[in-house]
């Protein structure tokens, strides 16, 4: 699966407003839901925290969906 790059304007952006900016849900209140049926894995460890904060060089992957490298500007 060909990697993707996530452009970030500020320092971090949280694993739930990824999520939401990639079209994978459609609001803030799916993206509990979304983590606990869907394996999401962020640097190749699943991760269930909505809040969780994505840096430059991270990967985020989720399976059948894609695979997102967080990139500062």
């Known amino acids: 699966m060909q990697e993707i790059?996530?452009?970030v304007?500020?320092?971090f952006?949280?694993?739930g407003q990824l999520l939401k900016r990639l079209n994978l849900v459609s609001t803030g209140g799916a993206v509990k839901?979304?983590?606990e049926t869907e394996p999401?894995?962020?640097n190749h460890?699943?991760?269930t925290r909505r809040g969780r904060k994505l840096y430059p060089g991270d990967l985020v992957y989720c399976p059948d969906r894609g695979m997102w490298r967080i990139r500062g500007e």
């Open 5 to 7: 790059e996530v452009v």
């Open 9 to 11: 304007t500020n320092e």
């Open 13 to 15: 952006i949280t694993l």
């Open 33 to 35: 839901a979304f983590l």
């Open 40 to 42: 999401v894995y962020v």
């Open 45 to 47: 460890e699943r991760e």
